[in-house]
């Protein structure tokens, strides 16, 4: 089993369309993350959330919004895509401050 | 805010080679210190972390990193590099606030 899985893997959409990426975790974790990862390969957080608490980027645009419909899930969704948004997505879980992020294998957005 | 700053930005070596990173961060207080892998294509993988202890840390695939308190540091060695080390590598600092944040990575191209 894929303890932090992402779907989808690639997606390719025009510019001004809404789009939605999942996220589900299945090893207990409480805090779920998004992290975009840019063509540099610089990695940067998006978005920190467990059952209590979101803490956003404040330079994540607020097209970005997460929504987690439970513990293990945490999806991301966003309005009106831009050219700039094009990069590798990757969703992380962690248990509290024990132990180190576990990622998923990352979604490949493509905007056109 | 939290940075951490890679300074070898592309490292090109021979097979059989030693290997040493840089990594440093600004964080004054209690942080927990990790490297990931990136492989060409894939998703990031723990190579090693620090939480305590020992400074010296052990990792997989032969890595060691080095917690140097004083220099705010946490280099990653290998002795002897292989082909297949070929990826991009990251150092990354969790702080109090559970936020892990990256530095810049590395690319190292092994040569056969």
């Known amino acids: 089993d894929t303890a932090v899985s992402q779907t989808p893997k690639y997606l390719v959409t025009q510019m001004g369309n809404d789009k939605s990426i999942k996220c589900e975790q299945n090893l207990g974790h409480d805090t779920m993350y998004w992290y975009k990862q840019d063509s540099k390969k610089f990695l940067k957080i998006m ?24 513990k293990a899930h945490l999806n991301l969704h966003i309005n009106s895509l831009e050219l700039g ?15 180190g ?12 | 805010a939290q940075s951490v700053s890679q300074h070898n930005h592309h490292v090109i070596l021979s097979e059989a080679a030693s290997l040493e990173l840089g990594c440093n961060y ?9 490297w990931y892998v990136q492989y060409p294509g894939q998703h990031l ?17 032969g890595f060691e990193a080095e917690f140097i308190k004083s220099k705010f540091s946490f280099n990653l060695r290998k002795p ?11 150092c990354a600092v969790r702080d109090a606030g559970n936020m892990l944040t990256f530095g810049g990575g590395t690319r190292l191209m092994v040569k056969p």
């Open chain 1, 101 to 112: 992020y576990t990622f998923g294998s990352g979604t490949r957005l493509t905007v056109v």
């Open chain 1, 47 to 70: 978005f920190s959330y467990n059952n209590k608490e979101l803490i956003i980027n404040e330079t994540v645009p607020n097209r970005f919004s997460p929504k987690s419909p439970d």
């Open chain 2, 45 to 61: 993988q723990l190579l090693l972390k620090y939480f305590s202890g020992d400074p010296l840390v052990k990792g997989i695939k």
């Open chain 2, 80 to 90: 002897s590099v292989q082909w297949s080390d070929t990826a991009e590598y990251f």
């Open chain 2, 26 to 34: 600004s964080y004054g207080g209690t942080v927990n210190l990790f």
């Open chain 1, 85 to 99: 948004d094009s990069a590798v997505y990757f969703c992380a879980s962690s248990q509290a401050k024990l132990y």
